[in-house]
Structures are given as C-alpha cells and as structure tokens.
T-cell receptor, first 114, second 114 residues
Framework: DQQVKQNSPSLSVQEGRISILNCDYTNSMFDYFLWYKKYPAEGPTFLISISSIKDKNEDGRFTVFLNKSAKHLSLHIVPSQPGDSAVYFCAASAAVAGNTPLVFGKGTRLSVIA | NAGVTQTPKFRILKIGQSMTLQCAQDMNHNYMYWYRQDPGMGLKLIYYSVGAGITDKGEVPNGYNVSRSTTEDFPLRLELAAPSQTSVYFC?????????????FGDGTRLSIL
C-alpha cells in the first residue's frame, strides 16, 4: 500500500511557464516532506523541504505548498527552464513516530520544452 | 568534495553469485542508507544505519546484508544473487534523522543478474 503517491507519471510544460507537481500521502503521522530531483545516471538531489508546521516554503524558483487537511503537497517551479527536465520524487517522514526512514513516491518525469 | 561514492557503477552477475556494493561518504554523517529503485518505481529502503555498529532493516531487506564498522563506509552484500535483485542501488547519508535532514545520494550502482 503506497503511503506517498505521485499520480502523474509525466508532465510537459513550456519553457517560462509554471510547472506544478503533485503529491498525496495517506499516513497522517508524516510531518516532514521533501522533494528530490533526479537526472539520468545520477543519484537524487535534494531540492526543497517543508515541515508540517508550515504551509509554504520557498527557495528561488521553487515553492512547496502543504495542505495537511487534504494530505497533499505540491511543488511549483516558476519559471520553468529546460534544465529542470528531470524526474521529481516526493518523500515523507514521521518524526513523532521515532526515527522512521523516508518513504518515496514513484516520481514524476518533468519535461520542459523550449 | 566527493560526498557519497558508490562502486562499482555497473555490474553483471550470474544467478547464485555474491558481491558487495561499496558505499563511502566523507561528510562525517552518522546516518547511512541503502535503497533500490526498480523501473518506474520509487526508491525502496533496504537497510539503514544510525551510526557505526548499528544497522536496521528497511522495507525490503530480504536477500541482503549490511555492516557498519566505520562512520564512513556502509557496504551492502548480496549473498545469492537472484534475478529479482536486478535494480539500481543507491546509497545515501545524512547528518541527522530523516525527519529534519535531507539525504545526500551517490550516483548509484546498476546491477543486472542473469
């Protein structure tokens, strides 16, 4: 049973427009969420995170929004650039349940078209 | 700035053979992890370690063993390779717990078992 779901396997966006990647989770104990970016033949790279005490975290072109009541988070990339083309993984952890490892979604492949 | 180094990058094994995937980090991180990623899937945790001499099972530990004799190294051992273990393996490390510290990943080992 998937605790972290990324229901869109792929997304195509034009350069300069906004990319919105979505993630849903089922475990209400999750309180720390991260987004990772992965290029082919490389390991995932940490992009941005958010704690459950916040509903928004911003870092340059990247913003993560958290809606705890809906158990939903999203990553916004504005403006999208061709170099953003990669697979994006959502991950979650539950501090209150002890040192629980990260649970990853299956990923969304973003293609930014010039 | 090496970060997390995994060797080898590629390997082909015959069924029943054994091998050790090496992982080393130079960031003095206490936490280390082994994941596998199957095609179209997210990362699944095999084993993790919170410090030298301490290891624990993740979601998919069967068929694997680990040891953590030093802070820097966290090798993953496959004793009797099976086709189901064909995957890309990622090692990661973090300074703190998964609940508040992002993980840093190596570039992976692509393993095929024929």
């Amino acid at each position: 049973d998937q605790q972290v779901k990324q229901n869109s396997p792929s997304l195509s966006v034009q350069e300069g427009r906004i990319s919105i990647l979505n993630c849903d989770y089922t475990n209400s104990m999750f309180d720390y969420f991260l987004w990772y970016k992965k290029y082919p033949a490389e390991g995932p790279t940490f992009l941005i995170s958010i704690s459950s005490i916040k509903d928004k975290n911003e870092d340059g072109r990247f913003t993560v929004f958290l809606n705890k009541s809906a158990k939903h988070l999203s990553l916004h990339i504005v403006p999208s650039q061709p170099g953003d083309s990669a697979v994006y993984f959502c991950a979650a952890s539950a501090a209150v349940a002890g040192n629980t490892p990260l649970v990853f979604g299956k990923g969304t492949r973003l293609s930014v078209i010039a | 700035n090496a970060g997390v180094t995994q060797t080898p990058k590629f390997r082909i094994l015959k069924i029943g053979q054994s091998m050790t995937l090496q992982c080393a980090q130079d960031m003095n991180h206490n936490y280390m992890y082994w994941y596998r990623q199957d095609p179209g899937m997210g990362l699944k945790l095999i084993y993790y370690s919170v410090g030298a001499g301490i290891t624990d099972k993740g979601e998919v530990p069967n068929g694997y063993n680990v040891s953590r004799s030093t802070t820097e190294d966290f090798p993953l051992r496959l004793e009797l390779a099976a086709p189901s273990q064909t995957s890309v393996y990622f090692c990661a490390s973090s300074h703190g717990t998964p609940s508040n510290q992002p993980q840093h990943f190596g570039d992976g080992t692509r393993l095929s078992i024929l």
